[in-house]
C-alpha cells in the first residue's frame, strides 16, 4: 500500500512538472522580465513640447528650419510627431552619435590604438578618428541632397591658400581622386584623412558636382586645419527625400535568435509608422543574412522589394543557427550589400547592421573596403550590437557607422530579456527602446534633420574604464531597476524557452529513478 502510494505521488508530481513547465515557465519568466522593466509609456503618447503650436501634419513638424548652418551642430531639436501605430515594448537600446561626439569618438580610437587590438587592419593602422565636415547648399542656404563631393590629392603646395572659387575647371590627369561621395538629405558628409586619403596629405582639391554629375565648384589647396567644408553651387533645388531603401543585414547565428525574432515582429509597425509620419512614401525593402564560412551557409540575400508582405516572409522564413567559433562573415555580409539596388536619387538609404561579433581579422580589409562603397552610395550604416557584443565588434560597428554618418545602437539590460549586453565604451548614454530608437534614426535620414529622442528611459554613466573589459567574456550592464545587481532573469528565460523539454525528461528521468528506488525498497517485517 506504501508502495502504491509512493508511486502515485510520483506520478502526481511528474504530471505537475510537465504542466508547469509547459506553461507556467513562460508566465513566470515574463513575470520576471515585466518586473526588471522600466514602466512602458507609449512614444505616441508623449507630451507635445512646451511652445509648439503647429502638430497638425508631419509637414508642419518637419518644416525646413529657418536656422542659418552651423558646423557640427544639430539644425533643429525636434521629437518625432505622435502616431496612433504602437511599437513593440520588448527590446531596450542606447544609441551614441560619435559624429556628433567626435572629440570622445577621437580618445576612443587612440585607446584602441594604444591596446594593440586585432581589429586594427591595415586599413586602419592609422585611423585616428578625424574628420573634416563637408556642407552643400544652394544659394537660399538650403541644403543640397545627392550632390557629388570629389576629394582629390594635390601635390603643389602655395603660400596663399584662400580658397578660390574655379566653376566648370575639370580634373587634370595629375589629380588623384582619392574620395567620391554623396551628401545626404541633409547637404552633409565627410571626408576622413586617414582613412580616405593618406596620413601625410596637408591639403586636397575638392570638386563638387550636382546630383546630375555637372561640375559646379572647384577649390584647391584645401587644409585640414578647417573643421568643415562649406560649398555653395548656385539655384539647384533643395528638397527632402521622397523614397526609402531600407536593408536589414542581420547574424543569423545561433546566438542572435533574441534579436532575429524581435525584428520579426517589429519590422512591419516600424514601415507602417514611417508611412504614418511620412505619408506616401516610398518604401522597398532589402534582406541579407549571413553566417559563416562552414555554416549552412555564408549569406542568402533578398534585394529590394516594394512588397513588405514578401519582405516580411523572407524575413519569418529565418532562423537562427550554426556559428561556434566568435568572428562571423561579416564582410562577405556588407560586401553584398553594396550590390544591392540602391536608388541613387532622391532617396534615404538606411541600413542596419545586427550583429554580435566582428568579421575575421583577415577580413577586416576587406570589410573596411565594403564600407567604403556603402559610403559612396551614401548608405547610412545604423549597427545594432546584440548581446555578447565584446571590443573588437565594438569597434568594428562603431567605425562603419562613423564612416557612414550614422549611429551605434546597442541592446541593453534594462528590458530584462536576453544575455546579458555590453557597455559601450561612453561616459553617458541614454536607454529607449528599441523599436522607437531604429524609427527615429528612418525619420531623421528622411527629414534632413538629426531628431531627439522624445522618451527616455534611464541615462547611464559608464561603469567601466575605457577598454578595461576583458576579451575573453562578455560584460554585463548594471540595470538601475534591480538597485546595481545584475540582472538574472535571462537565466529564467533561457532555461524555460530554450530548454524546456531536455529539463522535463531529466525531471521525469530523476523521478522515474526515485520511484524505482523506493517501491524496491524491503518492506520491514513485523515478525
Known sequence: MAATLRLNAGFGLSVIALLFLSGCGKQASQEAASQLAPPATALDDAPRPAGDEKADGVESRFAESELDYVPGDTVARREIPPANIQPQRILTAGSLNDVKDDDEFRNYVAEVRRSGSSALSPSLSEWDGRRIEIMVRNSEGKPVQDAIVRVLRTTNSQDDIQLKYQPNVVATDADEVVASLRTGSNGRTHFLPAIDGDRRD???????????????????????????WDFVIGHEPSSMPQQLDLALVIDTTGSMGDELEYLKLEISNIAARVERLFPGIDQRFALILYRDNGDRYVTRIFDFTDSLTDFQQNLNDQHAGGGGDYPEAMHAALEQA????????????????????????????????????????????????????????????????????????????????????????????????????MLRMIA???????????????????????????????????????????????LTAVLWEENRPLIALALLLLLAIAERFFTRRPVASNR
Open 202 to 228: 596637408e591639403s586636397w582639391n575638392v570638386e563638387i558636382l550636382d546630383p546630375g554629375g555637372e561640375l559646379c565648384v572647384r577649390q584647391e589647396n584645401l587644409q585640414e586645419p578647417a573643421a568643415w
Open 338 to 437: 553594396g550590390e544591392l539596388s540602391w536608388r541613387s536619387r532622391n532617396t534615404a538609404r538606411v541600413m542596419f547592421l545586427v550583429g554580435d561579433a566582428p568579421p575575421h581579422n583577415r577580413h577586416m580589409d576587406r570589410t573596411v573596403d565594403a564600407i567604403k562603397k556603402l559610403r559612396q552610395h551614401e548608405v547610412t550604416i545604423f549597427p545594432v550590437a546584440g548581446s555578447g557584443t565584446r571590443d573588437e565588434a565594438e569597434f568594428t560597428l562603431r567605425t562603419a557607422a562613423f564612416m557612414t554618418m550614422g549611429q551605434y545602437l546597442f541592446l541593453t539590460d534594462h528590458s530584462g530579456i536576453g544575455l546579458p549586453h555590453a557597455t559601450p565604451h561612453a561616459e553617458t548614454y541614454n536607454v529607449e527602446w528599441l523599436s522607437s530608437v
Open 444 to 490: 531623421s535620414e528622411l527629414s534632413g534633420r538629426e531628431l531627439q529622442p522624445s522618451e527616455i528611459l534611464a541615462t547611464e554613466e559608464s561603469v567601466e574604464p575605457l577598454l578595461a573589459q576583458s576579451p575573453q567574456q562578455a560584460p554585463s550592464l548594471r540595470n538601475p531597476r534591480s538597485q546595481g545587481r545584475v540582472t538574472v532573469s535571462y
